[in-house]
Every structure is written in C-alpha cells, then in structure tokens.
C-alpha cells in the first residue's frame, strides 16, 4: 500500500480523532529531529499508549496509509499532520481577560510555534489597560469594536470571570470573530457558524481530585511522609 498524503475531503474528524492527532505530531516531529525514516502503528502505540487500530483509524481520515511491514514515512507522516492540523498558518487572536490566566498565555511563546498569534489583549482594570504583557498591548474591553471590527483576527481567547464570559463572547461575535477558546466554567452559548472549544482547568482538576481520591481508597499502602 502506498502513503499517500492529501486529507480526506468527507467531512468534519470526530472530535476524539482531532484530540489524538497533535499527540502523533509531537512523537513523529522527534523521530523526524533524528533522521529516523519509517515508524510502525505498533511503535506509535507502544509510545503513546493509543491502541494501533485507533491510530490506522485515526491516520487514515487523512488518507494516510502505512506500507505493509515498513510503516509510515515519518517526514510524509510529519508534513501531513503538521499542514493538515494548521500549525504552521498563522492564526491572529486577542485575549480577553488579560489578569493571571490571559497574562500567561500572552507570556507563552510556545503558542507561536503552533500557528497562534495573540496581537491584543482586553481588560477593565484600569492597571492593566495601556499597558502591554510580553509587547502585547492592552487595551479596554470597551474598546474592542474599533480594534478588531474589520481586522483579520479570528479568534478571541476567554479568560475572564465566569460571569462575564458571555458578555464579552457575544462582544467578540458582534466584531466578526469566529472562533472562541474558552477557557472559563461557564458554558459559553454561540451562533452555529462560530466554532467554540472549552478548555476548562477547573474539570480537569475535579478528575484529577476524585481520581486520586479512588486510587487512594484502593490502595493501603501510605504515603512516604506518613509514619508507618
């Protein structure tokens, strides 16, 4: 079978499928780094803990077909990921709620190396506005319009208090932004044609808490600290 690299053309990935494919890309670009040529579905498997058939599955929404007991051409594997993914196309956004969470992500250029390019904050607290994080100029919320209206930013990062996230949505909306990264607990509301993605620290903390709280009641043996 050959590797062929041109992505399917049927329709939207499931969004699992979408979820594991940044963790193909991470694994073949250091493989790539070290010149290595052909990885097998059992090597991405064993490395990454996803079972071989889901990543067949997977890679051949792409139209990505391993040869038979040589495997994928890692650098075909690595440019079709990283093309068909969007890293490598810039992607302009602004941050809206520029206090820990937002002035962090403006700090975090590894965002950059992923095709995202944050060119403006917004915030109400007077300390922060006229200011600028990492060269990134803060401006008012009630600024926005005039800032971005007619530009060609495309997303609008969320970080602000949950009680304000749909105010200032529906605000990035009215400025023709069509992609929300939400990154508040309030599960934001938006028109069909705008594509939302929540990113909630908050659920991933109660999975971690009652996780460890389960393999705690199942396991008797104590912590290290504790006298025994």
Not at 12 to 28: G, H
Not at 55 to 81: C, M, P, Q, W
Not at 134 to 148: E, S
Not at 155 to 169: K, R
């Amino acid at each position: 079978m050959e590797t062929t690299s041109t992505p399917s053309s049927t329709g939207i990935l499931p969004e699992p499928t979408l979820r594991r494919l940044p963790w193909y890309l991470a694994y073949v670009s250091r493989l790539d780094a070290n010149h290595v040529e052909h990885v097998s579905s059992t090597q991405i498997s064993q490395a990454l803990n996803v079972d071989a058939s889901q990543i067949a599955k997977d890679l051949s929404f792409l139209n990505i077909k391993g040869k038979t007991r040589i495997g994928y051409e890692v650098s075909t594997l690595h440019a079709t990921l990283t093309q068909f993914l969007g890293f490598k196309q810039e992607h302009k956004a602004i941050i809206i709620g520029a206090g820990s969470l937002g002035g962090a992500l403006m700090h975090d250029v590894g965002l950059s190396q992923y095709g995202l390019r944050i060119v403006a904050g917004f915030d109400v607290n007077d300390a922060l506005v006229g200011t600028s994080i990492a060269g990134i100029p803060i401006y008012h919320v009630d600024d926005m319009a005039r800032r971005v209206k007619g530009t060609d930013v495309a997303i609008a990062i969320v970080t602000v208090p949950a009680e304000h996230s749909q105010q200032v949505t529906n605000m990035a909306i009215a400025c023709g932004i069509g992609a929300i990264w939400n990154f508040t607990p309030f599960r934001i509301k938006v028109p069909s044609d705008v594509v939302i993605a929540n990113t909630s620290i908050y659920a991933h903390l109660a999975l971690i808490y009652n996780r460890m709280e389960v393999q705690g009641e199942e396991s008797s043996t104590p912590w290290r600290g504790e006298a025994s």
